[in-house]
């Protein structure tokens, strides 16, 4: 069983489009982190997000903690195919990192 | 500032041989992760060196093994390769940013194991 679970698991969208992915677990976080990864390469970090109710913004990207620091989403405003990638969250647990699956974004022109 | 290397970026074994992969971590990072990243069960956390010290270490069989030089450079090496060993194996070096930590990744080593 995945501690965090991400959903959907695939997203195809046209750019201009909006979309939002899902970063969800039972178990509570001090701080979540997402990142991206495009293929051939590794994962990026993204942002950080530590406080319960928390939003931060990164250009088109708006990203959310949960109040009960459980959960997480990214949304994407405007999307451009620029932002085609693998999406994931990670946590710390017990001094490991975690990650979801993932969500395989596609934005077609 | 130079970012993660990891070195070499493609390999083909086969069963049974053994693997050393090399990551030089961002200058000034202390701390070493690696990761294993399948389609099937995603990204996996191997260990964690800090200070030449492994200081975490993932479910993985004692096939798996690293060790960090006194340069925060790292290795990893797996034994008696399967070919449930193929794999994306990331590197990551880390920094302290507030109560957190961030990871910086390189572009990985494509294994494949035939």
């Known amino acids: 069983t995945q501690l965090l679970e991400q959903s959907p698991q695939f997203l195809s969208i046209q750019e201009g489009e909006n979309l939002t992915v899902y970063c969800n677990s039972s178990?509570?976080?001090?701080?979540l982190q997402w990142y991206r990864q495009e293929p051939g390469e590794g994962p990026v970090l993204l942002v950080t997000?530590?406080?319960?109710?928390e939003v931060k913004k990164l250009k088109r990207l708006t990203f959310q903690f949960g109040d009960a620091r459980k959960d997480s989403s990214l949304h994407i405003t405007a999307a451009q195919p620029g932002d085609t990638g693998l999406y994931l969250c990670?946590?710390?647990?017990?001094?490991?990192?975690?990650f979801g699956a993932g969500t395989q974004v596609v934005v077609t022109p | 500032k130079a970012g993660v290397t990891q070195t070499p970026r493609y390999l083909i074994k086969t069963r049974g041989q053994q693997v050393t992969l090399s990551c030089s971590p961002i200058?000034?990072?202390?701390?070493v992760s690696w990761y294993q990243q399948t389609p099937g069960q995603g990204l996996q956390f191997l260990f964690e060196y800090f200070s030449e010290t492994q200081r975490n270490k993932g479910n993985f069989p004692g096939r798996f093994s690293g060790r960090q030089f006194s340069n925060s450079r790292s290795e990893m090496n797996v034994s008696t390769l399967e070919l449930g060993d193929s794999a994306l194996y990331l590197c990551a070096s880390s920094r302290l940013a507030g109560a957190t930590y961030e990871q910086f990744f390189g572009p990985g080593t494509r294994l494949t194991v035939l």
């Open positions: 997000v530590v406080t319960g109710g």
């Open positions: 200058s000034g990072h202390r701390s």
């Open positions: 178990s509570v976080f001090s701080s």
């Open positions: 990670a946590a710390d647990s017990w001094g490991k990192l975690q």
